[in-house]
């Protein structure tokens, strides 16, 4: 108790210091309550380097973007998974893997996400493709002619939420034997959402066994990928092969903790792609020449491709024609510079004199927490022009894309880090983007879309500020119908 009472007092070259009035909890409430703000009023207040107490953790947040390269590049002083390996199996409920219990565990998983890129994004992408039109086909599109005519009514989280999740499981896990689509996916679905809203409470290492439900219905997800059952399926990504043949050499893991890998990978391949999806259509939806122009690169590339399309057939993407829509992926980065807030965390190994720019550098304590928090940056008015208008051509120039940002004259070497970055970065952002890209390809082809009448705009709910992408505080209803062609 006592360590936890005494309080720590700024020393000679240390950034400001902000402990707030709560012992051991410092500031948390205030920055859990919105994150963005709370950091830009410090920073008014205090500079754009300063040190707070948030829940027993002493985090010193870089505001200044063009100090994040000096940030990122530091190696041997600045830890970025000692974060990682201690609260996801917390979160996820499998034992530390770092320990001597699991030798070579961790680095033969860090390996694993590199067959989430390269020749793998390919076979990857193209699964992708399939069960999102199989999804699409018996879900949305009708499987005969004349089905489904006539404008039908929605909520657009849920129905993003249905889709990509469904279509992202089927191809990461593969599908039963005998069937395009497992049974039971709906209800997965629910009890995955109803955990996501514990997901910041884990996080924070609250306890799950005060968490109510939580601890059941996270027993249910775990449950569903024990070794037994996956045995079954077929069409599994090399991905989670690879990862299933390599928990097998290892028989201190027990079968619970394999399904328990397999679900903290679902929950990493769907958490932030399923909103991130939701956020491109809302914005596409919600403005409608933004939708045109895009809708007619999509055309142009079935085009060029020779590929004649037509509302009652199927479709396809390749990997390479996905490549070819600039103000697609515009219009989607657009979107996740509004709606993505993760922080970017890196642990002091020992105390050091953090250098921040040429002529500047801070103290430093061990186990202090470094922090980037992009969302500051994603919404700086200087480096982008009304920030919190959806610009879907942000990202683009001359027809190509736009990679120069600048602040106070100077270019920025990070400007956009929804997959955060360094070492850490999100092995998944290739997929993720294909995967948003497929998605919108399909709805912007197969239908004509609308906002229903009489709704707010969509506001971002802040409860997971800190950890990734938004959700939405509230559903948004929308109608759609078949397009004519
Ligand atoms: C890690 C963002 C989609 C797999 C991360 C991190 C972020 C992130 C911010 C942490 C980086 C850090 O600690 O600095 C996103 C966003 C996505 C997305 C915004 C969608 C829009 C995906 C997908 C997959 C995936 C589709 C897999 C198919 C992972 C994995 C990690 C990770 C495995 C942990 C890597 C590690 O432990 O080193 N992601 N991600 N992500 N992501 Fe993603």
């Not at 020449?289 to 479709?315: K, M, P, W, Y």
């Amino acid at each position: 108790l006592l360590c936890v009472l005494r309080r720590r007092n700024r020393r000679d070259g240390e950034p400001p210091l902000i402990k707030g009035w709560i012992p051991y909890i410092g500031k948390a409430l205030e920055f859990r309550k919105d994150a963005h703000q709370f950091l830009e009023e410090h920073k008014k207040k205090y500079g754009d380097v300063f040190t707070v107490q948030i829940a027993g953790k002493y985090m010193t947040f870089i505001m200044d973007p063009l100090m994040y390269p000096n940030i990122i590049k530091q190696g041997r002083q600045l830890d970025f998974h000692e974060f990682s390996n201690t609260v996801a199996p917390f979160t996820f409920g499998y034992p530390i893997i770092t320990s001597s219990e699991f030798p070579g565990l961790k680095e033969a998983i860090n390996r694993s996400f590199q067959l989430l890129q390269g020749e793998n994004l390919t076979a990857l992408t193209e699964s992708m493709m399939g069960n999102l039109m199989v999804v699409f086909r018996q879900d949305h599109l009708g499987t005969r002619p004349g089905e489904n005519e006539g404008w039908r009514s929605g909520s657009m989280f849920n129905f993003c939420y249905s889709v990509m999740f469904e279509a992202t499981f089927l191809t990461m896990y593969g599908r039963p034997q005998s069937a395009h689509r497992h049974s039971g996916m709906g209800m997965l679905k629910e009890d995955f959402l109803r955990f996501d809203t514990m997901f910041p409470l884990l996080i924070a290492q609250i306890p799950i066994w005060l968490l109510g439900q939580t601890i059941t219905i996270r027993q249910r997800l775990i449950e569903f990928f024990l070794p037994h059952q996956m045995s079954y399926w077929s069409h599994t990504s090399q991905f989670i092969r690879t990862r299933a043949e390599l928990f097998e050499q290892y028989d201190t893991l027990r079968d619970g903790d394999k399904a328990a890998h397999h679900f903290a990978i679902l929950w990493a391949s769907v958490g932030n792609t399923a909103p991130a999806t939701f956020w491109a259509m809302y914005h596409l939806v919600s403005h409608p020449e933004a939708l045109e122009v895009v809708r007619q690169e999509i055309q142009n590339v079935l085009i060029l491709g020779g590929d004649n399309f037509r509302s009652d057939t199927d479709v396809t993407f390749s990997r390479d024609q996905l490549d070819k829509l600039p103000y697609l992926e515009s219009a989607i980065n657009e979107s996740l510079r509004l709606s993505s807030a993760s922080t970017n965390i890196r642990v002091a190994q020992e105390d050091f004199s953090l250098r921040l720019h040429a002529e500047g550098s801070v103290a430093v304590r061990k186990g202090d927490i470094i922090a980037l928090y992009p969302q500051s940056m994603h919404l700086d008015p200087e480096i982008y022009e009304e920030p919190q208008t959806f610009r879907f051509d942000r990202f683009m120039q001359d027809g190509k894309e736009k990679t120069d940002f600048y602040k106070g004259g100077q270019r920025l070497r990070y400007y956009l880090m929804p997959f955060g970055s360094g070492s850490t970065m999100c092995p998944g952002r290739y997929f993720a983007i294909n995967e948003i890209k497929q998605f919108l390809c399909l709805l912007l082809l197969y239908f004509d879309l609308e906002l229903e009448e009489g709704q707010t705009r969509a506001t971002v709910d802040n409860s997971r500020a800190g950890l990734g992408v938004l959700l939405p505080a509230t559903d948004i209803r929308f109608r759609y119908r078949l397009r004519n062609v």
